[in-house]
């Protein structure tokens, strides 16, 4: 079992930025995968950017292409999701997940991930 914790969520400006932070521990290798999902108040959870652990492949939301960039630190057993040009349609809680091993696309929908963070809030104001 994978256990994640999400950190780095705060108030800040459209047009600003932040980075948030995926610390994982337990059992992941470089055969997982691991995402963002974010979730909006009345809203479904929907997937914003994920890769495969041992890197090579990402992808990404629509809505957030060229504004976001998910990153993986080894050696900190750490994903990142750095955010630029936020917007306030970009506030949500976002949450940090994990599934594996033997994966070889990166999953796009929840249900396909079996390790969830407990989620960090990021509120954008106009």
């Known amino acids: 079992q994978v256990q994640l914790v999400e950190s780095g969520g705060g108030l800040v400006q459209a047009g600003g930025s932040l980075r948030l932070s995926c610390a994982a521990s337990?059992?992941?290798?470089?055969?997982?995968?691991v995402a963002w999902f974010r979730q909006a108040p009345g809203k479904e959870r929907e997937f914003v950017a994920g890769?495969?652990?041992?890197?090579?492949?990402?992808s990404y939301a629509d809505s957030v292409k060229g504004r976001f960039t998910i990153s993986r630190d080894n050696a900190k057993n750490t994903v990142h999701l750095q955010m630029n040009s936020l917007k306030p349609e970009d506030t949500a809680v976002y949450y940090c997940?994990?599934?594996?091993?033997?994966?070889?696309?990166?999953?796009?929908?929840?249900?396909?991930?079996?390790?969830w963070g407990q989620g960090t809030q990021v509120t954008v104001s106009s």
């Open positions: 997940a994990a599934d594996g091993p033997l994966r070889i696309r990166v999953p796009l929908t929840e249900v396909e991930y079996h390790s």
């Open positions: 337990g059992r992941i290798s470089s055969t997982y995968a």
């Open positions: 890769m495969l652990w041992r890197g090579g492949s990402t």
